[in-house]
């Protein structure tokens, strides 16, 4: 019998139980499921499995608990790679395409998290609602534990490493790594990836320690990757101090440059400074010595508006000619200055 286009499928299902699908929203197929009668829940279950839709995994919170009990080696093996012990790497790659064909879909996601990526919204892009619950279980117990992790002479590690694979990881260049990487021995080989892996795993231990260094609200916000509550965090901060976080957490990956509007966190803090700037420019010269203070101490907190303010003051109106040196959220406030003035 030939099998239905996974459209068709689709279509036949419950429109509950087919959104999550294709949102890949596990706790919302789960809540989908448990609102049908058990036998068209078991129905469509069996369906979706045989179409590739879902793994054998559990579809209940017992069934998934008995399922962590079982694979309870493995998911420690898993983890433990993902810490830096590299001794059971073998055996968990060895092991992943089995799983992969018995409908647990983690082949590309475990290297990735090994490789030291941590955003759940990434790592389950296009996976089934129980291989994703998985997944962002390893991310739960990663987010979590405090496994110790030896600290390494980064400079030492770095000097034993080839420049091409350096300068290509230093680029982002996926294709210039893969050349520089086949292009060694071997033995070679295995070294320099040890040595990477090194490497990540101290940058992991040094981005978990600045992250438990952070606010609980903000912390807590970035863990469960609640864009509002981090937004209402950072709201509660002077503004230097959440711009300084912000960048922290777009540095190491933890955080997207958000868009517009998303991107104008704390403009609202900055609208009297606006309006004074704004306010001189238009020939309010009583109002100059206010504002440059206020500017001095800003700079003095990190942020870098004085120079271009000044500028504004002599009649520069060009917003490409600020853009040097000047951070995103530096830029947006010189922006809307020169709105204003328009």
């Given at each position: 019998m030939n099998k239905l286009p996974p459209e068709e499928i689709l279509a036949t299902l419950p429109p509950a139980v087919r959104v999550a699908i294709e949102s890949q929203d596990a706790a919302s197929f789960q809540v989908a499921l448990d609102e049908l009668p058990c036998e068209e829940a078991e129905q469509i279950i069996s369906q979706l499995k045989a179409a590739g839709f879902i793994g054998a995994g559990p579809a209940t919170e017992a069934e998934f608990?008995?399922?962590?009990?079982?694979?309870?080696?493995?998911?420690?093996?898993?983890?433990?790679?993902?810490?830096?012990?590299?001794?059971?790497r073998a055996e968990v790659l060895a092991v992943l395409p089995k799983l992969d064909d018995a409908g647990y879909?983690?082949?590309e996601a475990v290297p990735r998290i090994w490789a030291g990526e941590r955003q759940a919204a990434g790592l389950t892009e296009g996976l089934?609602?129980?291989?994703?619950?998985?997944?962002?279980?390893?991310?739960?117990?990663?987010?979590?534990?405090?496994?110790?992790?030896?600290?390494?002479?980064?400079e030492a590690v770095t000097n034993s490493i080839p420049q091409e694979v350096l300068t290509a990881i230093v680029n982002q260049d996926e294709g210039a790594f893969r050349l520089a990487m086949e292009g060694l021995s071997p033995a070679d080989r295995v070294f320099v990836s040890g040595?990477?892996?090194?490497?990540?795993a101290q940058a992991d231990a040094e981005a978990e320690s600045w992250l438990e260094s952070l606010p609980d609200d903000v912390r807590l916000a970035v863990i469960d990757q609640d864009t509002q509550r981090l937004q209402d965090a950072l709201r509660e901060l002077p503004p230097a101090q959440a711009q300084q976080i912000l960048a922290g957490l777009t540095a190491a990956g933890l955080l997207a440059e958000p868009d517009e509007p998303e991107a104008d966190l704390l403009m609202a803090d900055f609208e009297?400074?606006?309006?004074?700037?704004?306010?001189?420019?238009?020939?309010?010269?009583k109002a100059r010595p206010q504002v440059e203070a206020l500017l001095a101490d800003l700079d003095e907190q990190g942020w870098h508006l004085s120079a271009a303010v000044q500028r504004i003051w002599s009649g520069e109106r060009d917003i490409a000619a600020f853009s040097a040196g000047l951070e995103r959220q530096d830029r947006q406030i010189i922006q809307h200055i020169l709105e204003l003035l328009e």
């Open positions: 608990q008995e399922m962590l009990q079982e694979f309870e080696l493995l998911i420690k093996a898993i983890v433990a790679v993902a810490r830096g012990d590299d001794r059971q879909h983690l082949g089934d609602p129980n291989s994703a619950r998985l997944v962002k279980h390893f991310l739960g117990i990663l987010a979590s534990e405090k496994g110790t992790t030896p600290v390494v002479d980064t040595q990477l892996s090194k490497l990540q009297p400074l606006v309006l004074a700037v704004a306010s001189v420019a238009n020939g309010n010269e």
